[in-house]
């Protein structure tokens, strides 16, 4: 795909010129960053708070597909998904390491345009590039991500604190992620039959966003911040609001009630999905990639919520011998399962 | 590999499944471990101290072929080459996050043995395992390791501190661990030439070791602290001798005098590079993985470290303006050279 274009080979700059060329742009943002790229480790500073670490690994094939991807927007991603664990938390992302792993295929300008994608997410979100590592692969493209933040200790938000009675909460809406891959599929399907067709994916950007360039939802933490609110319990939507909502039952040793018509879903992912002879709860139970942050907090902060069209109740957390079930839109009980997306399934 | 012995499918444990498996018996022991794996990201506390993060990428066919290396090493040196980078601050590691990306040939068998590796290693060097990714790969076995340590501010060895005058020391001795690639790569081709034979690696344990186990020198920065020596700066040896000194040297603006008489080289070394038609002096220089310690003192801490077996002083820091040069073993001075390992090269 650069074949046409300005080509540089890596193997000409080697691993040292590489990691040089790329990174030479890089200033150091964070109070915490004491010392970024260029030694043997990074050396961080994070006084009385505690720290929070998280890792991903991103595999072409796997996790994302070249033939619809584009690179900046991988790069992109790649640093989204991981913010998004530090955020759910109820923490504040600071630093990240980025490692590439890639085939002699790709030309510099491909690792340049992966690392701008990076670089573009880090400089929206206030979190700097620390370090990382950037090897030839045998095989496909490597992405390895991992996020370092920080949070003063009675702030920070695990998955296992959830009462009895409290609200259950997620930020924006679910699903598109989900229906946005399965269009993109469809089209990739259509192009590899017949390459003179163009994707026809007019109407369809917002889907397509939420799929290609999600946002960690920084936002929603720092307004949490701001109304005196810490959630109980709470965790990014990366499998599906089903699989996520289970683990936090099981961290906090409780049940679930969840009512299939307050889940939020944006219009388009609803009419897409229809389209798709799908079911759109059953993409927002089991789609995963929203990254939307999924909370349990007090019933008697509802008050401070309640107005803000951005965060949706959409069940409330029983004991444990209740079960976790969905109550559907016709007033029917379904046991919640966990359908997350297993990567080693064929 | 694994097709005759017990089998389990890691597909039929899913991802959940399989991370559960591999970590439940970790138990955290560092006291900056507040929580491991189990939530969107590990919680860290390093009260006054500052945080070292370092991070690594191990590819199949590219950092190791699995035709050698047996999956418990390969597990335990991935942790070890990671560690050893917050040795080289002069800090302590205290956790790492190990993320594994495997295709369908691996059971989880093999799964189990590189996790087992690693987790001995954590042990022996009282880390923590606090997190990590588990994913399938459509192509070969993919490794992704970051260690995280602490030091005090003013213990930090950056690779900027050495100045003109100062010793510079390795530990340990250089160039056993290429040499022993060179002796797996022989029996390799002579088996995939007739498996009938077998390898012939008698009397070859320490330079064999030295590839498939190295050690992280934490001992030597614990020595360091026991006798109130703080380098001016130091690094660890994986790209060998060469590449590290001139990193050194370039990011301290200086110049340096190696001596090739002080380079110390095992026994078992010198002859086997010298089988092989080598010079043992470059396999020292540029063959790189060795993971011992690369340090310039004061002139006035020689006396502190002269005793010392495992501390060779091997040349001194100059003006930048003097350059980077080797005395060889006949009075002749060679400038120095980074002909440190390219993995983009072919």
Redesign the interface.
């Known amino acids: 795909m650069f074949d046409n274009k300005e080509r540089t080979e ?2 000409d ?4 010129g ?1 990691i040089e060329h790329l990174t030479k742009a890089i200033e150091l943002q964070a109070p915490s960053s ?2 970024g790229i ?11 708070k ?8 991103l ?5 994302f597909d070249l033939r619809y991807v584009p690179l900046r927007h991988l790069g992109y991603k790649a640093v989204q998904v991981n913010l ?3 955020y ?2 109820n ?1 504040t992302a600071s ?1 990240i ?1 980025f ?3 890639l085939s ?1 295929k790709f030309p510099l300008e491909a690792v340049e345009e992966i690392y701008e994608g990076a670089l573009y997410a880090c400089k929206k979100y206030n979190v700097d590039l ?4 950037t ?6 493209l ?1 992405i ?1 991500v ?4 920080y ?1 003063d ?1 009675e702030a ?1 938000a ?3 604190g959830a009462q009895e009675g409290d609200l259950i909460c997620v930020s924006g809406d679910l699903g598109g992620a989900y229906v946005g891959l399965q269009l993109l599929e469809r089209e990739k399907q259509i192009y590899l039959e017949n390459p003179s067709i163009q994707p026809d994916l007019e109407g369809k950007d917002y889907i397509i966003e939420r799929q290609l360039k999600p946002e960690a939802r920084k936002d929603i933490v720092e307004l949490l911040a701001e109304n005196s609110i810490k959630p109980t319990a ?3 939507v990366s499998d599906g609001l089903s699989a996520e909502l289970l683990h936090i039952c099981k ?1 906090s040793d409780k049940g679930c009630k969840l009512f299939e018509d307050k889940i939020p879903l944006d219009p388009m992912t609803y009419e897409t999905a229809r389209e798709f002879g799908l079911d759109p709860t059953v993409c927002a139970l089991n789609g995963g990639e929203d990254y939307e942050l999924l909370f349990t907090i007090p019933q008697s902060d509802y008050d401070k919520i309640k107005g803000n069209m951005d965060i949706t109740v959409i069940g409330y957390v029983t004991e444990a011998a209740a079960g976790c079930s969905m109550i559907s839109k016709s007033g029917n009980v379904y046991p919640l399962t ?1 359908q ?7």
């Not at 505690?50 to 690994?57: A, G, R």
């Not at 991992?146 to 933040?149: H, K």
């Not at 997350?340 to 064929?346: D, E, K, M, T």
């Open positions: 890596i193997k700059l080697g691993e040292f590489l004491i010392k260029g030694d043997d480790a990074a050396v961080l500073d994070f006084g009385n505690k720290t929070l670490i998280s890792t991903d690994l595999l072409e094939g796997v996790h998004s664990d530090i759910a938390m923490g630093q390491t490692s590439i792993g002699s620390i370090g990382g590592d090897s030839a692969s045998k095989q496909g490597v390895s991992t996020s370092i933040g949070a200790e920070i695990y998955r296992s709470m965790m990014d961290a966990a997350g997306w297993n990567a080693f399934q064929g």
